[in-house]
């Protein structure tokens, strides 16, 4: 394999550009001698996760990978690549395959799904529309049988202290505990009614504006509770705040790979779909999960996911949410499921599929 184009239509700020910017990285990481491109269609989003982007270059490198605007590119003064991956079925405009006789494979990598039809989809054999190029479907997961998930987090060597007052200059008091917050809207009056009965003093890092605009108009220390409303943070250091804070409460895909890796307690906020869809998410994610509980714990944090995910729109309406047992569960059953989903490396996988089907 020498080159590969990675398509994508960014629709969320963090999640699809996220997964793309850090896909692209790790694929060239393993094979530095790759030719990677990346064509997007909101280099704003981009922007917000890394400053080095520039919102008005039709083309750019970063990092020896080469970032290409779709609005504005001409497909036909673009080199072709070898494999073309299609990230979460991004349509791709036809005149990219217009007297393209370099492409060999299409991947249609699709978004992380963990219910059980995953595996039966995943490298299935799909029709391309273009004469003699492959594709297939690459179905990311978190079970054995699915294409994995970017493990690619690496534990820091420094502490927890120097990490947030030193790196990020949060000056958080370190004997807090500290709850990462990023979730869609929601209300967390149930939250913060708990927080607020104990002993122990709590720090909040606020993520993302949906988050911090429940938040907004409060002191930024109320009671034992301290509320930072956080800036956006490079992959590496969003990474590293999940796995310095306690407790970390995330939403989407990505955040939820992360939270997974981080090892720490974790609540997700799965996107919203029409007639509860999200809810297979959940229930598929419980069932794998379910293996790290004793029974009663396993019970008791069912309960509050499906809570926590029983909406039909996001809103910020006062819910029945009760944080209370969440707090209580041995922190040791997500490190061991953290540890046991790492072996599940999607480019691994991803690169020994390409490889066998380029002979």
Not at 54 to 67: A, D, P
Not at 179 to 206: A, G, P, S, V, W
């Amino acid at each position: 394999m020498k080159s590969v184009a990675i398509f994508c239509n960014v629709i969320d700020n963090y999640g699809d550009i996220g997964f793309v910017f850090r896909l692209a990285r790790q694929l060239h990481k393993r094979n530095d001698k790759l030719e990677i491109k990346v064509f997007l269609n909101n280099l704003k989003s981009f922007n917000k996760i890394n400053k080095n982007i520039s919102i008005n270059k039709t083309q750019q490198k970063l990092g020896n990978i080469l970032y290409i605007d779709i609005n504005k590119v001409d497909y036909f003064e673009i080199e072709k690549s070898e494999i073309v991956i299609e990230a979460f079925g991004c349509d791709i405009d036809e005149s990219y395959f217009e007297n393209n006789n370099k492409t060999k494979l299409i991947i249609n990598l699709e978004y992380l799904n963990i219910e059980e039809w995953t595996k039966d989809y995943h490298l299935m054999p799909s029709y391309s529309g273009y004469n003699n190029i492959k594709k297939y479907f690459f179905m990311p997961g978190i079970e054995e049988g699915t294409g994995g998930i970017i493990s690619d987090f690496e534990i820091p060597i420094y502490s927890k202290k120097y990490f947030f007052n030193n790196e990020l200059k949060l000056d958080i008091n370190i004997e807090n505990k500290i709850i990462t917050i990023f979730t869609y809207e929601f209300n967390f009056d149930n939250l913060m009614k708990y927080l607020k009965k104990q002993k122990q003093n709590y720090t909040l890092l606020l993520f993302g504006e949906k988050t911090q605009k429940y938040f907004r108009g409060l002191d930024k220390k109320i009671d034992n509770i301290d509320l930072i409303f956080m800036n956006y943070l490079s992959q590496e250091d969003f990474d590293k705040v999940l796995y310095f804070s306690d407790y970390n409460l995330v939403r989407g895909e990505e955040s939820f790979v992360r939270a997974i890796l981080a090892g720490k307690p974790f609540l997700w906020h799965a996107y919203c779909q029409e007639e509860l869809e999200h809810l297979n998410k959940i229930s598929g994610f419980l069932q794998i999960i379910s293996k790290f509980f004793p029974q009663k714990e396993f019970e008791i944090y069912k309960k509050i996911m499906y809570n926590y995910n029983l909406r039909k729109i996001n809103n910020y309406d006062r819910n029945d949410v009760y944080f209370d047992d969440f707090f209580k569960i041995d922190r040791k059953i997500f490190l061991k499921f953290s540890n046991s989903i790492k072996k599940h490396n999607l480019i691994d996988n991803l690169m020994l599929f390409i490889e066998q089907n380029l002979k």
